[in-house]
């Protein structure tokens, strides 16, 4: 086996390929662009292009695509070759400056939320030179946006970019008020990503697992995750081949695989990268997802990242990870003088402040149909957007709003005047997971996404309203300086904590306690996407976006419809799945053993007229009853369907789905779930929870 360090970037054409490939002045201006955003030149794009296809080349690529991320939330991708024709029938291998830096794919085939028509087919996509070129099945892959014609932003990297852009030029802002200045202010990503691998024979016998991504019915296994011991526990062989393939491919790709382990539910896994800037944070964990699925059939194995593809135990999460860096420095590390103190203590206020502010785009940024099956429970956070600053931090907050001197865990005294915040250790806090926005060392963890989620938006939204909250400090400050800057800075702290207290809470998420508490709070409670989605066309969010040139209002109100059909569209595919899984699978299973148990009945009687059937005869009642039951059930679905399906308002179409629909659903899956229990294992049509996740 090669060294790590040797297939580590190997397929990138990263800074150090460019310093290799290129002319040093080249190199200097593409620098410039990628650290600057300083425009590119197309005579140093057709130098740039030619080196990266030689080097392609060289390792094997024959195609080049520009690879984006359309609204679908997954990512796409259309292969040219890099041949050219000669006239005397040979062919060259060409590629310029022009094809690097932009494209044409067909933007009408792509959900658009009415920005495009069949029609108008035209669309671009454009180099985004801060994430890096890869090869991947010997493919020139150029990450890109993605517009229309017309200039809207068709994908989700797009206004990504504009929040990074956002964000930084207020940072810079907020710095040169503590005399500091600096070239890059950027916001860094670490994505956790969980999945399930399981039997791809299992797999293949559930219907609903293939077209949904979760099972639809299936009774509580026997022994799920109640002992605790799949947790950190030894990685069966065949899933750590797997897992071994997947570190060399992620490490050719330049992804920082660093932890991988056995998750809380059996089958269930996680694999965590170091922090990435965030655009190509985001690009990585795409190509994570994609590597997990591909790689799983090498080894009869389905790699699910749905949210929830099984009731009764864990989901699968993406935790965000987020913080912010200023020439590599991370601005949630509390520093070693009151000033560098001070700064942190304005950075921490402002994310409070925005996560108040934001608390409903936030919770809409992490809703899915999926998600809403997961959200509450096993270790997801409840729908309640909260912050957990642990007992530290919660301490020195609690004293500034109250106005009282602060002890720190080590007890030490400090009076809360200028010197704001003493140092304190890092770690100095337990971790909650109930909490959707925890302060975990020098970061922020947002526990809300779910793992099939792409984390564009979930950034996007956090970028911009930290932005909004560090505009507000920067405009409040401007002109001051010295010991009038200190006194001003520290009053504005104090007054924002108290006016956005509310959203801080250290306790447990779960308890209905919380949930009285929130409401008397006024929090946000929106439980599912149906609820959550609307805040996005608020006039708040629409003026947010606006306001830092992230979403123009067109933007907005096209993402709000995309989400609403993306989520109706899952609802009917849903409802379609269990209807027919019903009526071919799950009723002449439960008819034909109710027609064996009649038949043992009648033969039992027939040789021994005295003989007790009576167990056989309850069971055969409750068999007829189930399947009544069922059948009551299923037509009531297939009533809401059809009506669901016939309302043209996708926002009402959404609740009804969300608030009729799912209760009819739950209650005939718990019709058949109870069938299951009674008829014998031969006869029922597919595998149970337990062969599934305990024979993966």
């Not at 957007?385 to 865990?409: K, N, Q, R, T």
């Not at 909650?432 to 809300?448: C, I, L, V, W, Y």
């Not at 006024?522 to 606006?546: M, Y």
């Amino acid at each position: 086996m090669s060294k790590v360090t040797d297939i580590y970037g190997s397929m990138v054409f990263n800074e150090h390929t460019m310093q290799e490939r290129l002319p040093s002045a080249t190199y200097k201006q593409l620098m410039r662009t990628i650290k600057g955003g300083e425009p590119l030149d197309i005579d140093v794009a057709n130098v740039v292009a030619h080196a990266m296809k030689e080097w392609a080349i060289e390792k094997g690529a024959t195609h080049f695509t520009h690879w984006f991320q359309p609204l679908t939330g997954i990512t796409s991708e259309k292969h040219d070759s890099f041949i050219d024709p000669t006239p005397d029938g040979r062919a060259i291998m060409t590629f310029s400056g022009k094809e690097l830096i932009q494209g044409e794919p067909d933007a009408s085939s792509f959900p658009s939320g009415g920005l495009r028509a069949t029609f108008e087919a035209r669309g671009y996509t454009a180099w985004d030179p801060t994430s890096y070129a890869f090869i991947k099945d010997e493919v020139l892959c150029i990450p890109t946006a993605f517009c229309s014609y017309t200039g809207e932003a068709l994908d989700k990297k797009t206004p990504l970019l504009r929040s990074m852009k956002a964000i930084e030029r207020q940072a810079k802002r907020v710095l040169a008020l503590f005399g500091e200045t600096g070239e890059r202010v950027t916001t860094t990503l670490g994505a956790e990503q969980e999945y399930f691998l399981i039997s791809e024979k299992d797999y293949e016998q559930r219907l609903d697992l293939m077209l949904t991504g979760r099972t639809l019915f299936g009774y509580s296994p026997c022994k799920g995750q109640e002992l605790e011991e799949h947790y950190f526990g030894a990685i069966r062989p065949s899933v750590n081949e797997f897992m071994k393939e997947l570190d060399d491919e992620l490490w050719a790709l330049g992804v920082s695989a660093r932890t991988k382990h056995n998750e809380v539910a059996p089958a269930q896994h996680e694999l965590a990268p170091i922090f990435a800037e965030t655009n190509r944070g985001v690009d990585e964990n795409l190509l994570t997802m994609e590597k997990m699925k591909l790689l799983a059939s090498h080894y009869g194995l389905v790699c699910l990242q749905h949210e929830k593809p099984f009731e009764f135990i864990n989901g699968s999460g993406k935790h965000n990870n987020w913080s912010i860096s200023a020439d590599g420095k991370n601005l949630f590390d509390p520093g070693e003088n009151p000033m560098q103190n001070l700064r942190f203590l304005v950075f921490l206020t402002c994310v409070i402040e925005a996560v108040d502010e934001y608390q409903e785009l936030l919770r809409m940024s992490a809703a899915s149909a999926g998600n809403d099956h997961r959200l509450g429970a096993n270790e997801a956070p409840p729908a309640i957007v909260s912050m957990f600053l642990g007992d530290e931090l919660g301490a020195i907050v609690e004293a500034l709003v109250d106005e009282h001197d602060y002890a720190s865990a080590e007890r030490v005294s400090m009076d809360l005047g200028v010197d704001v915040l003493p140092n304190f250790i890092k770690d100095n806090t337990d971790r909650n997971r109930t909490s959707p926005f925890a302060f975990t060392g020098n970061k922020f963890e947002f526990r809300m996404p779910g793992s099939a989620q792409n984390l564009s938006d979930v950034n996007m939204v956090l970028n911009t309203a930290m932005a909004k909250s560090l505009k507000g400090f920067a405009d409040a400050m401007e002109g001051k300086a010295g010991d009038e800057f200190e006194a001003a800075a520290i009053d504005y702290v104090k007054r924002a904590l108290r006016d956005h207290e509310r959203i801080i809470f250290n306790g447990d998420g779960y308890a209905h306690e919380w949930e009285e508490e929130a409401a008397r709070r006024g929090l946000a409670n929106h439980r599912t996407t149906a609820d959550a989605l609307p805040c996005l066309v608020d006039q708040k969010s629409i003026e947010l976006f606006a306001e830092f040139g992230v979403l123009t209002e067109t933007e907005v109100r096209s993402r709000y419809e995309v989400k609403l059909e993306k989520y109706n569209k899952i609802m009917n595919i849903e409802c379609r799945v269990m209807k027919r899984l019903v009526r071919r699978d799950y009723l002449p299973a439960i008819n034909r053993y109710a027609a064996k148990l009649a038949h043992g009945i009648t033969a039992i009687k027939e040789v021994l007229p005295d003989g007790d059937t009576s167990f056989m005869e309850e069971k055969l009642r409750r068999l007829v009853a189930g399947a009544a039951e069922i059948n009551i059930q299923l037509e009531k679905l297939n009533e809401l369907h059809h009506a669901s399906r016939e309302v043209a308002d996708q926002q009402e179409r959404a609740n009804m789905n969300a608030h009729e629909i799912v209760p009819v659903m739950d209650a005939l899956r718990q019709a058949v779930d109870e069938m299951e229990i009674i008829v014998e294992r031969e006869a029922w049509p597919v595998p149970t929870y337990n062969e599934i996740l305990f024979y993966a």
